[in-house]
């Protein structure tokens, strides 16, 4: 009796490509969104850096932490935003929230904080942390990583497959002559 093997796993999940080809495809345009992500990223970061270097920069202090109710599928947080009073190099007093809000206070009422600002447009500051400059740029680069670090993983191993297997052209002939078994199984 000619028991044929059945492509349902029962217990195991099948891992992997179904088609070694796919990663080949897939792989490079991971890549290249990868990189996209990086470059932007990257440009971002750039910008930033030259804002702070252009601005002015002033110690402000804390006087109010906002609160706010953020809700999710997790339940309702309390969401917090420091308003940090500054005063610039011509004397100006401003008041201005950070837009960066954090679940707990990281900030204390009269605490201390350096400010960078832009000279012509006061209110357009920024706290100097990593939080408020740079974090977004560094979840673009990150995502950018990982883009392109998945498409040369997918990509590679894809071509290690194609080529263990003799190449295309062994490729087409194993599925040419899967099929000629199955139109003869089923006659």
């Known amino acids: 009796m000619n028991r044929r093997r059945s492509n349902v796993r029962i217990g195991r999940r099948r891992r992997g490509f179904s088609n070694p080809f796919a990663g080949l495809i897939v792989g490079p345009f991971l890549v290249v969104f990868g990189a996209i992500l990086l470059i932007v990223g990257w440009g ?31 339940g309702t947080t309390i969401m917090y935003q420091p308003v940090i009073e500054f005063r610039t190099e011509t004397g100006e ?38 939080l408020s400059m740079h974090l977004p740029d560094a979840i673009v680069m990150g995502m950018g990583g990982f883009f392109m670090l998945m498409g040369l993983i997918g990509g590679i191993r ?5 080529l263990a297997a ?4 062994a490729y087409l002939l194993m599925k040419k002559k899967e099929k000629d ?4 199984a089923q006659v």
């Open 93 to 130: 007093v401003i008041r201005y929230t950070d837009p960066t809000s954090t679940s707990s206070p990281r900030h204390q009422i009269g605490e201390q904080v350096e400010i960078i600002y832009n000279e012509n447009f006061p209110s357009d500051a920024r706290e100097n942390n990593f």
């Open 44 to 74: 971002w970061y750039g910008k930033t850096n030259e804002w702070a270097a252009a601005g002015g920069t002033a110690m402000g202090t804390v006087v109010e932490m906002k609160q706010y109710e953020k809700t999710s599928d997790n």
């Open 181 to 184: 078994e199955q139109d003869q």
């Open 166 to 169: 003799g190449g295309i052209a």
């Open 158 to 162: 894809s071509l290690a497959l194609v």
